[in-house]
């Protein structure tokens, strides 16, 4: 099956994104093809290069950019960038549009329109939404 | 179908929620909207963020007839246990093209298992 996931909240705070992860690689598993990983809301936050987890606990935004799909290729992993923009995440062409210095989304993600997730919706067999 | 749970200002899902709608209406799909528990709260009628700084959306909700989405839930259970009623709700109406573009409401009030029965109709939930 094809599933997509709806991540809503930033990593840490809640569990949100830990237990989409264990979703997702549990599926992986089983031979099934994630569509899109679609990080809306808090969720955005998944994507910053610059978090620094304590060292004897799990890292969220590298366990993201590491996994992939069954057959080894790149999971498509989506930052909204409405929800992104008012959340000061940015990548480098963001950041350039709006003259600010320095940008943090972790190369592994891209930046596009809610209109990921809504083909992400149709496109899937499930889409799959983590929130609080 | 886009699940709302949380009132309008007290976080970010209620605006969030709305703007994937919007999305949704250019993209032709059959959109529905439900409001369950806090939920309900966002289409409550007579709206004023004067005091909170903050910008009052709520205005948003009227033109959603006008891109064909016309199927709002709204849990009755839910507005029971708010003190609400259906005369408390925003009068949301659309212009039903195969009837002479005649005005109707595009707010439904269900009992929750009717809602259920209609979630379990839908491809895809999305839920805020």
Known sequence: MK??????????????????????????????EIFRVFFYHDG???ASNFTVPPQDD?????????LKQSDGSDIDKVVCVAAA?????????????????????HPSFRISGLGQLIEAGIQSDRLVVFGD | MYLNRKSSYGTVYAIESLE?????????????????????FQIVNG????????????????????YDINKLYVSKESLDER??????IMPLVYEDEDDDWAEKPSVKVVSNAELSLIMSEQDVCLSF
């Open chain 1, 3 to 32: 599933f997509s996931i709806q991540i809503n909240e930033g990593p840490y705070q809640h569990q949100a994104s830990d237990t989409a992860y264990q979703f997702a690689k549990a599926a992986i598993e089983k031979g099934h």
């Open chain 1, 44 to 46: 955005v936050n998944n």
């Open chain 1, 58 to 66: 799990r890292n969220v935004v590298k366990l993201w950019a590491e």
């Open chain 1, 85 to 105: 923009l008012r959340r000061g995440m940015l990548d480098e062409s963001e950041a350039g549009k709006n003259s600010i210095e320095g940008h943090n989304i």
């Open chain 2, 20 to 40: 994937v709608v919007l999305i949704a209406a250019a993209f032709d799909q059959d959109v529905s909207l439900a409001f369950i528990d806090d939920g309900v």
């Open chain 2, 47 to 66: 709206q004023n963020t004067d005091g909170i700084g903050m910008k009052n959306f709520s205005k948003t909700f009227h033109a959603l007839g006008d």
């Open chain 2, 83 to 88: 003190g609400l009623n259906e005369d408390d």
